[in-house]
Nanobody, 118 residues
C-alpha cells in the first residue's frame, strides 16, 4: 500500500521556524511531483509548494521567500522548511504525490498540524 506520512508539525511563535517532512512508501517518489498543501479552518486547501520529478519548484504566493521545499529521492522524502512564520500559516499541512500521468492517481498524507501563535 502507498503511504505518505508527515512529521514535524507543532507549535511555533510568529517569526519562528518549523520543518515538516514527508516519508513515502509504496511508491518510488522520484517519479512523482511532490508537494505540500495546507488547509486552515473554514478555508479551501491551497498549494504551499511543489517540487516536480525533474526538480522544478513552485511556491504559493503567500509563502514565497519564507518557505523552502526540498526532496531526497534516495530516501523517498520531501521536506518543507518554514521560516518567518505568521499566524496565517496555521493549518493542517498535507503531503502530496502526483504522478502526472493519465490513468495514475495522486496520493495524500493524513496531514500534520502547524500552529503559529504567541
Amino acid at each position: 500500500q502507498v503511504q505518505l506520512v508527515e512529521s514535524g508539525g507543532g507549535l511555533a511563535q510568529p517569526g519562528g521556524s518549523l520543518r515538516v517532512s514527508c516519508a513515502a512508501s509504496g511508491i518510488v517518489s522520484r517519479f512523482y511531483d511532490m508537494g505540500w498543501y495546507r488547509q486552515a479552518p473554514g478555508k479551501e486547501r491551497e498549494l504551499v509548494a511543489v517540487i516536480t520529478s525533474r526538480g522544478s519548484i513552485n511556491y504559493g504566493d503567500s509563502v514565497k521567500g519564507r518557505f523552502t521545499i526540498s526532496r531526497d529521492n534516495a530516501k523517498n522524502t520531501v521536506s518543507l522548511q518554514m521560516n518567518s512564520l505568521k499566524p496565517e500559516d496555521t493549518a493542517v499541512y498535507y503531503c502530496n504525490a502526483d504522478p502526472k500521468e493519465s490513468g495514475f492517481r495522486m496520493f495524500w498524507g493524513q496531514g500534520t498540524q502547524v500552529t503559529v501563535s504567541s
